[in-house]
Nanobody, 126 residues
Framework: QVRLVESGGGLVQAGGSLRLSCAAS????????MAWFRQPPGKDVRREFV??????????YYADSVKGRFTISGDSADNAVYLQMNNLKPEDTAVYYC?????????????????WGQGTLVTVSL
């Protein structure tokens, strides 16, 4: 069973930066495509896709709302994926979830994600 653990969330002022980390463990975790989703705290809405990376690291995808500001990367040696977030805005405030799936096409849609992390809160203040 694959397990995902996020870290790196916190409080930052608008215009600032944060780097989220997701450590993957368990069998086959090294062949998973990975993604980040987010959900505003306390709101009953579907988790929003943010960014994804193929297990090989050769393909990346981003939501339009974060293109040019966020960068997803992976470290196969450490079985980790990262989300570098720059020029943060108050509307980026959310719980950020790490996600994994055996195929890239499955990890970019919340309903087909196979494994979720517990989430880490990012709060962007004015």
């Amino acid at each position: 069973q694959v397990r995902l653990v996020e870290s790196g969330g916190g409080l930052v002022q608008a215009g600032g930066s944060l780097r989220l980390s997701c450590a993957a463990s368990g069998r086959t975790s090294g062949t998973y495509s990975m993604a980040w989703f987010r959900q505003p705290p306390g709101k009953d809405v579907r988790r929003e896709f943010v960014a994804a990376i193929s297990w090989s690291g050769t393909s990346t995808y981003y939501a339009d709302s974060v293109k040019g500001r966020f960068t997803i990367s992976g470290d196969s040696a450490d079985n980790a994926v990262y989300l570098q977030m720059n020029n943060l805005k108050p509307e980026d405030t959310a719980v950020y979830y790490c996600a994994g799936a055996t195929f890239l096409g499955r990890v970019v849609v919340a309903t087909t994600v196979e494994v979720w992390g517990q989430g880490t809160l990012v709060t962007v203040s004015l």
